[in-house]
């Protein structure tokens, strides 16, 4: 989940969580923070392990449907769209 700023990652005491966030990125200018409990995305709820691996093996769609939840137990649900990517070719 590079691509959008934010690395996810599975454990037996947290479920799947965001891991981490890079700043600036889409995921932290969507609210997105380190430690915040996914639902959902896209289609795949997350409810054990084994759902953690199926979506690694479905990988990224784009849009991102993303369905948290906060420290406070609020959910939150979010649509995640990669920014273009302009490259400029600049000459001596």
């Given at each position: 989940l590079n691509?959008?700023?934010?690395?996810?990652?599975?454990?037996n005491?947290?479920?799947t969580?965001?891991?981490s966030?890079?700043?600036?990125?889409?995921a932290?200018?969507?609210?997105i923070?380190?430690?915040?409990e996914?639902?959902?995305?896209n289609?795949?709820?997350?409810?054990s392990e084994?759902?953690?691996?199926?979506?690694l093996?479905?990988?990224?769609k784009?849009?991102m449907?993303i369905?948290l939840?906060n420290?406070n137990k609020?959910?939150?649900?979010?649509?995640?769209?990669k920014s273009?990517?302009?490259?400029t070719l600049i000459k001596?």
């Amino acid at each position: 989940l590079n691509s959008f700023g934010m690395s996810i990652n599975y454990s037996n005491e947290k479920g799947t969580y965001i891991q981490s966030v890079i700043e600036g990125s889409i995921a932290e200018n969507n609210g997105i923070a380190p430690n915040m409990e996914i639902l959902k995305i896209n289609d795949l709820y997350f409810n054990s392990e084994s759902d953690f691996c199926n979506y690694l093996i479905q990988k990224k769609k784009d849009p991102m449907r993303i369905k948290l939840l906060n420290q406070n137990k609020d959910t939150l649900n979010l649509v995640l769209e990669k920014s273009p990517i302009i490259s400029t070719l600049i000459k001596p």
